[in-house]
């Protein structure tokens, strides 16, 4: 029997996150993490465990990292916590992350699109992690934790991306691995594309019901058409 073609779906613009979903940067974020912990006189945690601490930004990673420690109040420590944190990972947010496969041939192929990224993930990182693996010029916006007054799940950084643009969030597609994606999607009406490759757990991407699923990035070109190529102008005689 031969396979029917999948359907594809309609979208005008693209909104990627950032960690888990661009970039797989779950080693980074673990060593710096530990990093944290052993200043701290703690051990070592799994990635699999500092990984499900991430997509609140890395204010609540520091703070969930360091719900083991006896002492000082829970703002003292996340906040020295935090700054070494930030310290240590300014210095190796880059010595493992990498961009997902098949990443740089599908941002090309919708490159004809208004493509942004809505991240938690503070613009001093995000930036930094967008031109160090040479995707930085992919994208007409990128909207971080720092520029909101509510992170995702609160649907407010999708909407700055849109802002300006003639699209509406029900011709938008929100791609992330997280359940904050799926729910700011939803909040904010777009069609929601969980990424079941990154760093969120499978099980709990699901829980959140995003509208399809995609197993590899490259699966974007599955679901959705892109805009062709513009023609090129005749010379003028």
């Known amino acids: 029997m031969s396979r029917q073609p999948r359907r594809r779906r309609r979208a005008e613009a693209f909104i990627f996150d950032l960690d888990g979903t661009l970039v797989d940067s779950g080693r980074d974020l673990t060593v710096s993490t530990n990093h944290v912990r052993a200043r701290f006189g703690l051990p070592e945690l799994p990635e699999r465990v500092v990984v499900s601490y991430v997509g609140d930004g890395v204010g609540k990673l520091v703070e969930r990292a360091l719900a083991d420690l006896d002492g000082p109040s829970a703002a003292d420590r996340v906040a020295e ?108 009406g777009c069609t929601a594309v969980g990424c079941a490759f990154g760093l969120t757990a499978r099980a709990r991407l699901l829980a959140a019901g995003p509208d399809l699923l995609l197993e590899t990035f490259a699966e974007l070109a599955d679901h959705f058409a892109a805009r062709p190529a513009p023609a090129p102008r005749k010379a003028r005689p």
């Open 81 to 188: 916590g935090l700054a070494i944190f930030l310290d240590h990972h300014d210095r190796h947010c880059l010595d493992h992350s990498r961009l997902y496969p098949g990443v740089l041939e599908t941002l090309r192929r919708f490159s004809g699109f208004p493509l942004m990224v809505a991240t938690n993930k503070s613009r001093r990182f995000a930036e930094k992690v967008l031109a160090g693996l040479h995707v930085d010029g992919a994208f007409r916006r990128v909207v971080c934790g720092d520029d909101v007054a509510r992170r995702k799940p609160d649907p407010e950084a999708l909407a700055l991306c849109l802002t300006g643009l003639d699209v509406a969030p029900g011709d938008t597609a929100m791609v992330g691995d997280g359940t904050n994606d799926v729910l700011a999607a939803r909040a904010l």
